[in-house]
Structure formats: structure tokens, C-alpha cells
């Protein structure tokens, strides 16, 4: 027995379409899986080196149809790799990548609010603890998402 919620019975996550995010790096890179619906499925940073691995892995988990993936420096080569990578192979669109970065300084504090002392340093002196790799994927989706609509 499940506990009861007002919230509406969503169909299986499997079942919606989900667009996988990239924000591939030298060393590491940045994953994210958004529902159309936008709703956060799986983020990650990973090494660079078991990037595609994880990409495979993320496909027979989630419906991925298509990778959303930042356009600046070592995009080309992860675009090339990619293609070669997979037989059947995604659809990819690059986005710009530009002060994504800074943005997501911005909302790892939203997803991961300060506690206790730290919440009285201003944000911008916070260290923050983590690579934030993954939260520019997902700013990288919510890009071409907005593209869409407007």
C-alpha cells in the first residue's frame, strides 16, 4: 500500500519522451534527463571517459530522443565521438553554452539551498561543493525548450 497523494497518477517514466542533455567536457561531463514536461529524471557528472558508456546506459533506461548539447569547446570532437558511437544513433542539437556556467552557480543554490551558517554568506562568496557539470546540461535542455516556444 502506497501513501496517498493529491497529486495526479503520472504514467510510468518511461513511457514520456525525455530529452538528454550534454555538457561534455576534457575531463568530465555533464548529464541530465528532462521530461518534456520538464520535470528532472537523472542528473550526473562523470568522467569524461565513461561518458558514452553512461549515454548507452541512459538509453535503455529512459525514452531518449534526442541530446541537447553545448556548443563550445570540445563540442565538435563529442559530436564526432557520438556519431561514431552508437549504431542507432541520437539526433543531436547544439545549443549556445555561453554564461551557462554562471547560471548554474545560481541554481545549484535553488536545488541545494545553504543550510545553517553558510546560509548567511552572501551566494556569490559560497564555495559550492560538487562539479555543477550536470546542472548545465539541464540549463542547456531548458535553452532549447525556450527556443521551442518562443
Not at 18 to 27: A, E, H, S
Not at 69 to 89: C, I, N, S, V
Not at 112 to 138: E, K, M, N
Request: charged letters at 25%; one cysteine or more; glycine letters at 4%.
Amino acid at each position: 500500500m502506497h501513501s496517498s497523494s493529491s497529486a495526479p497518477t503520472e504514467p510510468p517514466a518511461s513511457d514520456q519522451p525525455v530529452i538528454l542533455g550534454f555538457d561534455p567536457g576534457r575531463r568530465k561531463c555533464g548529464l541530465a534527463v528532462l521530461g518534456v514536461d520538464r520535470t528532472l529524471r537523472y542528473h550526473q557528472v562523470v568522467e569524461a571517459e565513461t561518458a558514452i558508456d553512461t549515454i548507452q546506459a541512459l538509453r535503455r533506461q529512459f525514452p531518449i530522443s534526442l541530446l541537447i548539447m553545448g556548443d563550445q569547446t570540445t563540442a565538435k570532437d563529442w559530436k564526432q565521438k557520438l556519431g561514431q558511437a552508437f549504431t542507432d544513433p541520437l539526433r543531436i542539437i547544439m545549443v549556445d553554452e555561453r554564461h551557462s556556467s554562471l547560471e548554474a552557480r545560481d541554481r545549484y543554490w535553488q536545488m541545494y539551498p545553504a543550510q545553517g551558517l553558510t546560509s548567511l554568506i552572501p551566494q556569490s562568496f559560497r564555495t559550492i561543493p560538487r562539479p555543477i557539470d550536470d546542472i548545465v546540461a539541464i540549463l542547456l535542455i531548458e535553452r532549447y525548450l525556450e527556443r521551442l516556444v518562443n
